[in-house]
């Protein structure tokens, strides 16, 4: 179907059906209330949900599916847009084992045979316009022969770039009609919604998500990450190493597999805690489903994150300011954590320190005073991050996405381990981090920043000196330019000495080291 025709028939059917849907709604006072009155009218009407069920294969993929999931789940209104996403992907019908194998030797460009030696084509998952196969390569890369590949529905894919266009279309037409859709920048909100849709299906990207977090935690044995076969990576195919692994959440399956759980639950809120705020690279929809645990002989009981099609980043600012932020946090020096907003520009200029200060200090100190067992390092970060609201402050939107990963980190380390401690666990990371940010190694790593920079200024310094002398020597006074430079000659004597008394120690110490090596 013409993608013009395509967009005016869901144009159409948007117009049909949408003067009904506004008569059932109440008046539009809150639009969370409106949108789940609405759901629970529709839902409530058998007649309204037979209309609506025939209407649903009109409305095509991405509008059929949302619609039906909140029919079903009205609570799905209040969440966000990638967990209501994930919550249709079991509505998802993939593609039959001959029209699988027709799309992957159109996407690889080659025939399978030529690839691998067995592929199976009935998919393992099948998700949102996408689904996952397992193969054996014919030719092994980088010493692996069982590879997933995750393959991306073309046509699909295609009826949603339509239904998103159309969406960017309408919003278009209002702000030149509405003043307030105009005030609410709908374009703008209309293109951010479609480019957090399309963001899931670029497997390119995902890929290089993929390979930076394996560069990132390459060695360490508490976490696997897959290898990507970059040989067989395409725009509608993404090919990795195959794990065999459990879900986290399956319990009976990891202890019949003899994993202890204990140490599993500890090394989820170190790996999260170190991939957001070490690194700053991170999941931003991290929930039970995307972790897993390895089962293969060598990696038995590793971490296995999947699903790095939608990562988020922070600043070194953002990232430096939460870690050092929850260590004042955790050391109760809520006037210390009030400077470092007002220094990042959390909360207006004119907040007064102590008013702040006493706003931290009564949301933190429940979570002190609660039992060590009850304490919950998420919720405190929640007030670290939120305490800022009452002075009309706020955070950036990364951060707090940080913070609800980790949060998911330590629901779901407790669902694993009841008695781990993740309130001590999160305050030795976090203590790490900041350690390490102030010793000898982060000062060598500001130094490496700096190092390009020095590298065009230092050339210059004999040429700037001069030129200042000679602008001091025409505009000071005779009394000024002696003060130079004597000033001078004493720093080139403090110099010099100091340069033969490194030379002297440094002969002492190379003799003594000869003396005690013979």
Same mark, same amino acid.
């Given at each position: ?88 992907? *079991? ?127 390459? #060695? ?115 006037? #210390? ?89 999160? #305050? ?20 490496? *920043?700096?190092?390009? *920079? ?65």
């Amino acid at each position: 179907m013409p993608p013009l025709f395509r967009r005016l028939l869901l144009l159409f059917h948007a117009l049909r059906y949408g003067a009904r849907l506004i008569w059932l709604a109440a008046p539009p006072d809150h639009k969370l209330h409106w949108m789940i009155e609405l759901i629970g009218r529709v839902h409530a009407s058998e007649r309204s949900g037979a209309q609506l069920h025939g209407l649903l294969p009109a409305l095509g993929p991405l509008a059929s599916r949302f619609a039906q999931t909140l029919a079903e789940r009205p609570e799905l209104a209040t969440g966000t847009l990638h967990d209501a996403l994930d919550a249709v992907d *079991h509505m998802e019908v993939p593609l039959p084992p001959d029209d699988s194998a027709q799309a992957l030797t159109r996407a690889f460009g080659r025939p399978l045979t030529e690839l691998f030696s067995a592929v199976d084509l009935a998919p393992v998952r099948s998700g949102f316009a996408e689904q996952t196969h397992f193969a054996r390569l014919a030719t092994p890369v980088k010493g692996h022969h069982e590879v997933a590949i995750k393959l991306v529905r073309v046509q699909q894919l295609q009826q949603i770039g339509d239904e998103l266009a159309l969406l960017r279309w309408v919003a278009r037409w209002l702000e030149k009609l509405s003043r307030v859709a105009r005030r609410m920048k709908l374009r703008a909100l209309a293109q951010t919604f479609t480019d957090d849709i399309l963001r899931r299906f670029d497997l390119r990207a995902e890929a290089a998500n993929l390979s930076q977090t394996g560069h990132h935690f390459d #060695r360490d044995k508490r976490i696997v990450v897959p290898d990507v076969i970059w040989e067989l990576c395409t725009d509608h195919t993404l090919t990795m190493q195959r794990i065999n692994t459990l879900p986290a959440s399956d319990l009976p399956g990891l202890h019949a597999h003899g994993i202890k759980l204990a140490p599993l639950a500890a090394h989820i809120v170190e790996v999260v805690t170190e991939q957001a705020f070490e690194h700053g690279f991170f999941h931003a929809t991290l929930d039970a489903r995307r972790v897993r645990v390895s089962i293969e002989p060598d990696t038995c009981g590793r971490l296995v994150l999947a699903e790095f099609s939608i990562m988020a980043t922070l600043s070194s600012g953002e990232r430096e300011f939460f870690v050092h932020g929850a260590t004042a946090l955790f050391d109760q020096d809520y006037g #210390r954590l009030a400077d470092m907003h007002r220094d990042a520009g959390h909360v207006p200029p004119d907040t007064r320190a102590e008013v702040l200060e006493a706003e931290l200090r009564t949301r933190a100190e429940a979570h002190f005073a609660a039992a060590p067992q009850d304490r919950s390092a998420g919720s405190l970060f929640h007030h670290l991050l939120h305490g800022v609201q009452p002075f009309d402050g706020q955070v950036s939107g990364r951060l707090a996405t940080a913070q609800r990963s980790f949060q998911q980190a330590e629901m779901l380390a407790r669902a694993l381990h009841p008695g781990v401690d993740t309130w001590n666990i999160a #305050r030795g990371v976090l203590a790490d981090i900041a350690r390490r940010d102030l010793d000898h190694r982060g000062w060598l790593k500001r130094l490496s *920043h700096e190092l390009p *920079h020095l590298a065009h200024m230092l050339p210059r310094v004999p040429q700037l000196a001069v030129r200042y002398l000679q602008q001091h020597e025409r505009t000071g006074t005779p009394q000024q330019n002696a003060q130079l430079l004597a000033d001078l000659v004493r720093e080139y004597r403090r110099t010099r000495w100091l340069l033969w008394g490194c030379v002297v120690c440094g002969g002492v110490l190379g003799a003594g080291m000869m003396l005690l090596a013979w």
